[in-house]
């Protein structure tokens, strides 16, 4: 199960750094990803870390403004989203990189807005 944590109300331009935690999965291990599904729309993949540690961001409305990351611990990731804007607003979701691994969690609202 993963948890989720970290959204809010900010303006543009502002910066939010999203948290994520999963029960029975060993994050260094997977390919995990964020992903954000905006109202009315399908969700989707905004970036990946790899068991490595390289990272991607298949979302290219984000590379260069988001990270993706893990703690020395690697038992959270994170997500540090900066210069945000309107279209970033969603709610965020953390999973596997290439699709699921198990329950969704209930994500964390993102809303940008001035």
């Known amino acids: 199960q993963f948890v989720e944590s970290g959204g809010g109300l900010v303006q543009p331009g502002g910066s939010l750094r999203l948290s994520c935690t999963a029960s029975?999965?060993?994050?260094?291990?997977?390919?995990m990803g964020w992903y954000r599904q905006a109202p009315g729309d399908q969700r989707e993949l905004v970036a990946r870390i790899f068991p490595s540690g390289n990272t991607n961001y298949p979302m290219d409305s984000v590379k260069g403004r988001f990270t993706i990351s893990r703690d020395n611990a690697e038992t959270t990731m994170f997500l540090q989203m900066n210069n945000l804007s309107l279209e970033d607003t969603a709610v965020y979701y953390c999973?596997?990189?290439?699709?699921?691994?198990?329950?969704w969690g209930q994500g964390t609202q993102v809303t940008v807005s001035s």
């Open positions: 029975g999965i060993i994050l260094r291990n997977e390919v």
């Open positions: 999973n596997g990189g290439f699709g699921s691994l198990g329950t």
